[in-house]
């Protein structure tokens, strides 16, 4: 029958790999606290920034909710419906730039209005109706801002041209009640916007009026910031770096000082003082570990002793034995028996010869 027997498994082909990269715990240490820090300060700068920008473009929305709000009560209502109500679709002339505007006092009285809140708020503002004809939302008097500059907000044009579908649904709300347009973008930056109602004498809704705040605002105080906390961040994080390679070289060096102590143990050297070696005025785990290693030492050291004094007694022991085997295997052999007859005899004939003298 063949043999079944395998060979043994040596550690060559046991299927590990042996194969190691040496790598410092220090620098082992350093690493992962340096991602940990990575990770931690780059979700701090971005919230901060995103926090920034957030809280700005709230307060951004609040005051212009209140500039939009402040600008009805200086509009007058009843002029601005007579305005809408009495001037022709075409305008009857045009200004230096070629936009057309009504020569009508109507609309250069809530034009005025309009432009004496563009000089306290800066910000553009402008106004539309809603025409009872046809129900479609056409432009009105603005503070000489446009946001369209190609097409210009010329009186009475229909706001489906220069919006889009959005923004009119936004401004039609505006009409009824206060609307606000999150942040969005157009080919001339980015805003945020506001609507709101004019109301008559009687209460009731004769158009709307409007406000942009560009966004420029909110992208300089995110630079601002940025300016700021940005350096403050980088330079607590290489401190903090620094703070881990300090300390985990400290870690590393005591470490290295219980391995050499170690080392000098296996060698024989029982009655080092390894706790001398973790100096620290507060005990921690490197200290009890080399009060570990210091018992370990006492006790090997005894065990050694006691192993020593045994295998003396033992050879002690080995030797009599075999002492009391080499007397045994001379005095039991015939030669000795021989010499043992022979020195009887010649005992007896000494004890003889006195006698027979």
């Known amino acids: 029958m063949a043999s079944t027997m395998k060979a043994p498994v040596t550690s060559a082909d046991d299927g590990h790999d042996d194969r190691h990269i040496n790598l410092s715990l220090r620098w082992k240490l350093t690493f992962s606290f340096v991602g940990l820090?990575?990770?931690?300060?780059?979700?701090?700068?971005?919230?901060?920034?995103?926090?920034?920008?957030?809280?700005?473009?709230?307060?951004?929305?609040?005051?212009?909710?209140?500039?939009?709000?402040?600008?009805?009560?200086?509009v007058n209502?009843?002029?601005?419906?007579a305005l809408n109500a009495s001037v022709p679709a075409v305008p009857d002339a045009k200004d230096e730039t070629g936009f057309g505007y009504p020569t009508s006092p109507l609309y250069k009285?809530?034009?005025?209005?309009?432009?004496?809140v563009y000089n306290v708020v800066k910000a553009g503002t402008y106004t539309w109706f809603k025409d009872p004809k046809d129900g479609k939302l056409y432009t009105s008097a603005s503070s000489g801002y446009y946001r369209e500059p190609q097409t210009g907000y010329h009186f009475k044009v229909p706001l489906a041209d220069v919006t889009d579908d959005l923004t009119y649904k936004l401004m039609t709300q505006g009409l009824t009640k206060t609307t606000q347009q999150p942040a969005y973008t157009d080919a001339y930056g980015s805003w945020i916007s506001t609507y709101t109602p004019i109301l008559d004498k009687s209460g009731q809704s004769v158009g709307g009026i409007g406000q942009d705040y560009s966004l420029d605002y909110v992208a300089q105080v995110q630079a601002d910031v940025r300016a700021k906390v940005l350096p403050a961040l980088i330079i607590s994080y290489i401190v903090l770096v620094a703070l881990v390679l300090l300390i985990s070289t400290n870690i590393v060096r005591r470490l290295k000082r219980l391995?050499?102590?170690?080392?000098?143990?296996?060698?024989?050297?029982?009655d080092l003082n390894v706790k001398s070696l973790m100096r620290s005025r507060l005990r921690d785990e490197m200290y009890t570990l080399a009060e570990s290693f210091a018992l370990m030492a006492s006790k090997v050291a005894a065990r050694e002793q006691s192993l020593k004094q045994e295998v003396t007694r033992l050879k002690v022991e080995i030797d009599q034995s075999r002492r009391s085997e080499a007397v045994k295997e001379i005095t039991?052999?015939?030669g000795f028996a021989d010499i043992a007859a022979k020195a009887a005899e010649m005992r007896r004939r000494m004890r003889e010869e006195p006698t027979q003298s």
């Open 37 to 74: 820090f990575t990770i931690i300060f780059a979700f701090i700068g971005w919230f901060i920034l995103d926090l920034t920008a957030n809280t700005t473009q709230d307060r951004l929305s609040s005051e212009l909710t209140l500039h939009v709000e402040g600008a009805t009560k200086t």
């Open 77 to 81: 209502g009843d002029d601005f419906a």
């Open 109 to 116: 009285s809530v034009a005025s209005d309009l432009f004496t």
């Open 259 to 270: 391995t050499v102590a170690t080392s000098r143990i296996a060698d024989g050297e029982y």
């Open 332 to 334: 039991e052999s015939e």
